[in-house]
């Protein structure tokens, strides 16, 4: 018996074999799928550009209310000093 430090055994192999196979019916499936996923990379999509559209937005008025804060807290400390 050899004595080794690293198994190197072979993969397991993964052996399917379909019970039924119907061509027909793969390719009206195959249609569909493609249809169901078009229509999801849609909403995806519009999802996307929503929601960009909204953080461009919360972006903006974040910097705004950095810039009033810092004016107010600048004027506050001119005021004391």
Same mark, same amino acid.
């Given at each position: 018996?050899?004595? &080794?430090?690293?198994? %190197?055994?072979?993969? #397991?192999?993964? !052996?399917?074999?379909? #019970?039924?196979?119907?061509?027909?019916?793969?390719?009206? &499936?195959?249609?569909?799928?493609?249809?169901?996923?078009?229509?999801?990379?849609?909403?995806?999509?519009?999802?996307? !550009?929503? &929601?960009?559209?909204?953080?461009? %937005?919360? %972006?903006?008025? &974040? /910097?705004?209310?950095?810039?009033?804060?810092? /004016?107010?807290?600048?004027?506050?400390?001119?005021?004391?000093?």
């Amino acid at each position: 018996m050899a004595f &080794t430090f690293f198994n %190197n055994r072979e993969p #397991r192999k993964f !052996n399917y074999k379909p #019970r039924y196979y119907d061509p027909k019916k793969e390719e009206s &499936t195959g249609d569909a799928r493609k249809d169901f996923a078009r229509n999801l990379h849609d909403e995806w999509q519009s999802h996307r !550009n929503h &929601t960009s559209g909204e953080r461009k %937005n919360h %972006n903006s008025l &974040t /910097i705004i209310f950095m810039i009033f804060f810092v /004016i107010v807290l600048a004027l506050v400390l001119w005021k004391f000093f």
